[in-house]
């Protein structure tokens, strides 16, 4: 299987340029300026070609809530999204404890064979934060990392004992950041809009208590850890000056963290329900700072698909997440790139190449010989977000009407077009 794409600009790690991609078994097998057409064109006249999207920070909620999304849904979302391979939660049911359940996620992934699917496993069993799961079995099994994202790990201990026992399996954590206590059933950000609401708030504190008690396990033991979905600045400024002292520790944020603040809240509309809270303004220009100088280091979804149940209640009562695997790109273009000051080589360094790094996984540039993962995208395209149009089950977006740049033309994965927008 031969082809070429030719006329599309390339999005390298130290620059866009002008080039010819030669795509052989399922690899790159040449990169170059006027190459021969050999076997089937694809004209990207107009377009860019980026490394395939990586999303460390999905949840494909199977098994156990397919209502909400399935491995093939979310796999159809993802590659519509540009993501040529995500990693999945483990907050199932059955949670992904075990080297059954991390088994069945690839197995069915496999099966419905669009973007790669890389399972995570949970830190503790069921996510209860008492006792360990099955740490090596899981990473034997092809888990990429443990979490027990949705929630956090109360016990400094048993984070301790995790961190160690990922670290000799060669996987990370991945760490949820949050006080339960201090959350205390809070479900937005405390500050004017729960007061004005009536909403019940949780602090800034309760996510940095947990950030900077990761960051002191990550120093004490040496070992390197990941700080999911930061959402406060006083996060981003403990992480940064961990990171100055030279802690190994990693971290992401999602696009409604640099989109929008706790004032979406005040018409109650439970899509802007997502956990950790959408904060306020400073908190948004930081995290765009913390994108900008790498102090976190890439962007993912925290994509939670939810069923309309779980949405059309009362804001306290209805499901914390954010449908968005579909927006992602658009967003990220839009407000870092087209709006702001990054460029499209730094965006391929947090949508692809970082997570590809901290997770060992394959992909994340563009290189002769490497995988032949690739997202080609209409960055001059324009179009206004509707929920209702996406392919996930997950119809849950706080960005309904929001109009955005860049549309995904192309997801190919192992060099076989798995998403075509025409
Ligand atoms: O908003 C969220 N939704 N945050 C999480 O941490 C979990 C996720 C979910 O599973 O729905
Ligand atoms: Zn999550």
């Avoid at 009536?198 to 800034?204: C, D, N, P, T, V």
């Avoid at 790498?294 to 994509?303: F, K, P, Q």
């Amino acid at each position: 299987m031969k082809y070429v794409i030719k006329n599309g600009s390339v999005v390298f790690s130290d620059g866009v340029r002008p080039c010819d991609i030669l795509v052989e078994d399922g690899k790159i097998a040449k990169i170059g300026e006027n190459l021969p057409a050999e076997g089937e064109v694809i004209d990207a006249e107009g377009l860019h070609i980026f490394p395939g999207l990586i999303d460390m920070h999905v949840h494909l909620r199977e098994p156990g809530y397919e209502g909400k999304e399935d491995i093939e849904s979310g796999s159809k979302a993802a590659v519509a999204g540009g993501f040529t391979q995500v990693c999945c939660m483990p907050n199932t049911n059955p949670v992904n404890d075990n080297a059954v359940v991390t088994t069945y996620i690839k197995y069915r992934a496999e099966k419905v064979n669009l973007c790669k699917v890389n399972p995570i496993g949970s830190i503790t069993k069921g996510e209860k934060g008492e006792e360990l799961a099955e740490i090596g079995k899981m990473a034997a099994a092809g888990a990429v990392a443990i979490s027990d994202d949705g929630r956090s790990v109360m016990d400094s201990k048993i984070m301790r004992l995790a961190m160690e026992y990922a670290n000799d399996f060669n996987i990370k954590c991945l760490c949820h950041c949050e006080d339960e206590n201090l959350v205390d059933g809070g479900v937005v950000n405390e500050g004017l809009n729960s007061t004005i609401t009536g909403l019940k708030g949780s602090l800034r504190a309760a996510e940095d208590i947990m950030i900077a008690r990761e960051i002191a396990l990550s120093e004490s033991l040496d070992i390197p850890v990941h700080i999911c979905h930061v959402s406060t600045y006083s996060g981003v400024e403990i992480i940064r000056s961990a990171k100055a002292r030279g802690v190994k520790v990693t971290a992401e944020s999602c696009p409604h963290y640099f989109w929008l603040t706790d004032d979406v809240i005040r018409d109650f509309d439970t899509n802007t329900k997502v956990n950790p809270p959408i904060r306020e303004e400073k908190d948004r220009q930081a995290i765009i700072a913390g994108l900008m100088d790498g102090t976190l280091d890439c962007i993912v979804t925290d994509h939670a698909p939810h069923g309309k149940k779980d949405k059309q209640v009362e804001y306290s009562l209805a499901a914390f997440g954010i449908s968005g695997i579909e927006t992602s790109f658009s967003l990220s273009y839009t407000k870092l790139v087209k709006e702001g000051e990054m460029t499209l080589s730094q965006l391929a360094e947090r949508m692809s190449a970082a997570p590809a790094r901290i997770l060992g996984l394959e992909g994340g540039k563009i290189e002769e010989g490497g995988v032949a993962d690739l997202t080609i995208a209409d960055l001059a395209a324009k179009y206004v977000i509707d929920g209702e149009k996406f392919v996930s089950k997950g119809k849950n977006t706080p960005f309904n009407g929001t109009e955005v740049y860049g549309r995904v033309a192309y997801t190919i994965v192992d060099g076989d077009i798995k998403y075509s927008a025409k």
